[in-house]
């Protein structure tokens, strides 16, 4: 069995999934009279000729050490994640071998922090830790195959 270990959060390290969505040190304008930070354009929703739609997914909590076997991915548009709760969760992505993903990674997703991971980006299922929670998810909705999942052999994620 591979075993993987959590990593930190970073934009950089997301790069090559998606983006990362919290705020930046500084706001990019200032709305509504000034009371209101304007965080502008954090991530682009990837419609691949569908509709952007907006969701809330409920999801069941993991513990760790965790065994992911599932991962799938979006072909025709971008999905993003961001969790209604204070909680930190796991976002599990993998780089694309072939048509098939190759070694997963975890990362340890801030409470308050979202990820918008782009069109065609292997991802395991939503991976709250320790309890459930409900997370706002922008996605496509349209004509054409916008799911593959594929079993994979069970990769441990540990802290």
Same mark, same amino acid.
């Given at each position: 069995?591979?075993?993987?270990?959590?990593?930190?959060?970073?934009?950089?390290?997301? @790069? +090559?999934?998606?983006?990362?969505?919290?705020?930046?040190?500084? +706001?990019?304008?200032?709305?509504?009279?000034?009371?209101?930070?304007?965080?502008?354009?954090?991530?682009?929703?990837?419609?691949?000729?569908?509709?952007?739609?907006?969701?809330?997914?409920?999801?069941?909590?993991?513990?760790?050490?965790?065994?992911?076997?599932?991962?799938?991915?979006?072909?025709?548009?971008?999905?993003?994640?961001?969790?209604?709760?204070?909680?930190?969760?796991?976002?599990?992505?993998?780089?694309?071998?072939?048509?098939?993903?190759?070694?997963?990674?975890?990362?340890?997703?801030?409470?308050?922090?979202?990820?918008?991971?782009?069109?065609?980006?292997?991802?395991?299922?939503?991976?709250?830790?320790?309890? @459930?929670?409900?997370?706002?998810? #922008?996605?496509?909705?349209?004509?054409?195959?916008?799911?593959?999942?594929?079993?994979? +052999? +069970? #990769?441990?994620?540990?802290?």
């Amino acid at each position: 069995m591979t075993t993987i270990r959590i990593e930190a959060l970073t934009a950089a390290a997301f @790069a +090559p999934f998606g983006e990362v969505l919290a705020p930046r040190a500084t +706001p990019d304008r200032l709305i509504n009279a000034g009371r209101c930070e304007r965080h502008h354009a954090l991530a682009t929703v990837e419609r691949g000729g569908g509709e952007a739609i907006l969701s809330i997914f409920r999801s069941a909590p993991v513990s760790l050490p965790y065994d992911c076997t599932l991962l799938e991915r979006h072909p025709l548009g971008s999905q993003a994640f961001m969790p209604l709760g204070p909680d930190p969760w796991l976002s599990v992505v993998a780089p694309d071998q072939d048509g098939r993903p190759g070694t997963p990674r975890a990362f340890l997703v801030p409470g308050g922090t979202g990820v918008n991971l782009r069109a065609g980006t292997w991802h395991g299922v939503l991976t709250p830790l320790d309890r @459930a929670a409900d997370f706002l998810v #922008v996605d496509r909705e349209g004509t054409g195959t916008n799911l593959e999942e594929i079993t994979i +052999p +069970p #990769v441990r994620i540990t802290a």
